[in-house]
């Protein structure tokens, strides 16, 4: 008989991978050692494989298809992120029985034998799994372009994931990979709802799931944590066992949790996080997404560019240093090839401030958008070190 031995839940933010200057590196470090403690807890729960639940950042599923939940079941499992790469292998016996199973039971998943997928994976791979031997079965839900699942509907789908376990021989751990509140791309960037975040903690340290699952994709857009959905998926799957928190990084812009349900550990303790959000949080229940929309059908050449550009290391040098060529080459017009010159804006600490990037305004999607700025700034310091490197080299040559 199967057996979920452990439950956890992890940031994924990009700024662990590429640290901009912008961060407070303290607080990245104390993420990392938190996801670190997650490897040493799945070492002595001796699971047999790792159900890797996480979103997309609009990177493996965007314009041309988005699935509601899909699972990968190759032989390995790959992600990508800042240069690095991971394939680890796939428990290929736990995920077709899932596919299976999942379909009878009325959940239409998506398959895939070689989606490659993000951070929300690789970060999961890089430093909680880290190089450990265990098989993973990689599960995908959409968080950022609707229609999105409800809350209710993902714990749901974790229900009857548990059900498969329990019909199986394996020993599961599941990890979570998502959240907490931000708004990347948003006026709302620089202004988490770290007081949502504090009472929802304060919910997963009593095993008050229900008070999350109740909640809909509307309410948690407007709190910036609708990548809580894979969050709510694991919370069906293990019922109301009580969570304890490992880390809370309050950053200038996000929201970093990293919280574990060990049914074998159960400490009792209420951290002080958890306590600070101890009253219901209160809604504005516009019953409208605000922050994450479908992108306007008009503004597509200038989302498929700034996708594009996340994965093409020759399109950003190319953007830097030839941008008439890449307008020509998507069919941009004036105004966006124009907005497309602010991606080149470094000045990073107005959003800070709530200003709205010209992008989104000119109709990127804000998610994508904000990837595509991490990843073109990136490359930027990456160029200009190399050019301060070899004007150095051309001076000193010059001296001698």
Not at 12 to 40: C, N, T, V, W, Y
């Amino acid at each position: 008989m199967g057996k979920i031995v452990a439950a956890m839940g992890t940031v994924h933010a990009p700024q662990l991978f590429l640290r901009p200057p912008s961060e407070d590196p303290a607080q990245l470090d104390a993420d990392i050692a938190a996801m670190r403690q997650l490897g040493k807890d799945l070492e002595e729960s001796k699971p047999d494989a790792v159900i890797v639940i996480g979103n997309d950042h609009l990177e493996t599923f965007f314009l041309t298809s988005v699935p509601t939940f899909a699972i990968l079941a190759g032989e390995t499992s790959r992600a990508e992120f800042a240069n690095k790469e991971y394939n680890l292998p796939i428990h290929q016996g736990l995920a077709e029985d899932l596919l299976d199973k999942l379909i009878a039971a009325g959940f239409d998943m998506a398959y895939s034998q070689d989606a490659v997928l993000g951070h929300a994976f690789a970060a999961v791979y890089e430093w909680v799994i880290e190089g450990r031997k265990i098989p993973v079965v990689p599960i995908f839900v959409n968080a950022y372009l609707p229609p999105l699942p409800t809350a209710r509907r993902c714990a749901a789908l974790g229900k009857a994931i548990a059900k498969v376990i329990e019909g199986r021989p394996e020993r599961v751990a599941i990890v979570a990979s998502g959240g907490m509140s931000h708004f990347p791309g948003t006026w709302k960037y620089p202004k988490p709802a770290f007081d949502f975040d504090y009472w929802a903690i304060a919910q997963m340290e009593k095993g008050n799931h229900e008070a999350l699952i109740n909640l809909t994709s509307e309410q948690l857009d407007e709190v910036g944590n609708t990548e809580m959905l894979p969050w709510m998926v694991m919370f069906g799957a293990i019922g109301n066992q009580p969570g304890e928190l490992l880390t809370y990084q309050p950053t200038w812009h996000h929201g970093h949790a990293v919280i574990r349900f060990l049914p074998d550990k159960r400490t009792g303790k209420v951290s002080a996080e958890g306590l600070k959000g101890a009253a219901q949080y209160k809604f504005n229940d516009s019953g409208a997404y605000e922050f994450y929309k479908h992108p306007a059908p008009s503004s597509y050449k200038l989302n498929k560019v700034l996708f594009d550009l996340r994965f093409k290391q020759s399109l950003r040098m190319r953007l830097i240093n030839d941008m008439p060529s890449v307008a020509a080459e998507y069919g941009l017009n004036e105004r966006d090839t124009k907005v497309l010159e602010t991606l080149k804006d470094e000045d990073i600490e107005k959003f800070r401030d709530g200003a709205v990037h010209p992008l989104v305004t000119a109709g990127a999607h804000p998610l994508g958008m904000w990837m595509s700025v991490l990843a073109f700034h990136a490359e930027l310091r990456k160029n200009r070190a190399a050019l301060a490197k070899a004007e150095g080299e051309k001076t000193t040559a010059k001296a001698s």
